[in-house]
């Protein structure tokens, strides 16, 4: 099995006018073939998606287009990550019909349920006889005042939460790995604070064989525990975001065999327009030897 994690993509403001003009195959034709050639691409999609807009009182409010969708699926997304801090940009029926254009598009929601118990469930990823379990939350607590356990909504599990629910799967599912993905950290840095490290330690030693985060807008440390791949975070992947830091990213690339064995390989980018290119040669080697410092 093949799965391909990417980072944040907002289909909104200056990515929508791109899009508009070029469309997004053209934005992504330098990075789709990584995601088609895979059996799993995976994104943290950092923006709503509907037609009619019903915007919260915060600073920064997405709201993307459906008729955007097919074009994602066509560049090899399957999955798109809803526990983050803008899927309620519009509020709790806004994010539903968020669901439900990903799901009309063939795009599987990650993170999200009709309760709390069903949008903390794992998505199950199957290929032949492998199976892992994707666990997803918003570790930041900023959406706590929209937190109802019996509403639809995003999972805004704990990491003892997480913890425990990794436990209990690994309990019951012990050939099944476990990858976990959160929407954490600090905008803006380009380390994982040390709560951070210390949770990543407790999720490793629960059971998680890979961690993949999101929300910094940069390309964070990397580190393994106990043999297991950390990344703090994957930085943007389809954004428009001025800050000269946001314009290098990663792709996350796991490589599972037969026996269970997991292998992570990055593919590292920089974004000229909002356009991410697969960065070569010294380049390539530089940023990633800055990764593992």
């Known amino acids: 099995m093949q799965i ?24 992504m034709d330098s990075i789709s073939p990584v995601f088609t050639e895979v059996d799993y691409g995976i994104v943290n999609l950092e923006c709503p998606i509907g037609t009619e807009p019903t915007p919260l009182v915060k600073k920064y409010v997405f709201l993307g287009s459906p008729e955007v969708l097919p074009e994602l699926s066509e560049v090899g997304i399957t999955h798109g990550i809803m526990a983050n801090n803008h899927s309620y940009d519009h509020g709790r029926k806004a994010m539903t019909k968020t669901a439900e254009h990903l799901i009309h598009s063939g795009i599987t929601t990650v993170g999200y349920g009709s309760n709390q118990g069903d949008a903390c469930a794992p998505t199950i990823l199957k290929k032949g006889h492998i199976e892992v379990a ?26 003892n939460d997480i913890e425990n629910s990794v436990k209990q799967f690994k309990a019951s599912n012990a050939n099944s790995l476990v990858i976990v993905s959160l929407h954490w950290g600090i905008e803006y840095h380009h380390n994982p604070t040390s709560i951070q490290r210390r949770q990543a330690r407790a999720l490793i030693k629960a059971g998680a064989d890979a961690i993949i985060g999101h929300h910094p807008h940069v390309a964070q440390s990397i580190e393994y525990i106990e043999g297991k791949p950390v990344f703090y975070s994957l930085g ?13 990213g990663i792709l996350v690339k796991l490589d599972i065999d037969e026996a269970l064995q997991l292998k992570a390989s990055i593919i590292p980018y920089q974004t000229d327009n909002c356009k ?10 530089d940023f990633i030897s800055q990764l593992y410092k």
């Open 4 to 27: 391909v994690f990417g980072g944040d993509v907002m289909l909104d403001r200056g990515i929508r006018s791109i899009i508009e003009r070029e469309g997004l195959t053209s934005l």
């Open 134 to 159: 994707l666990f997803s939350s918003v570790i930041l607590g900023l959406e706590a005042w929209m937190y109802l356990e019996n509403e639809p909504g995003m999972c805004q599990a704990t990491i």
């Open 236 to 248: 943007n992947l389809i954004f428009d975001n001025k800050n000269p830091v946001t314009h290098d």
């Open 276 to 285: 991410p290119l697969i960065m070569r040669g010294k380049q390539k080697a």
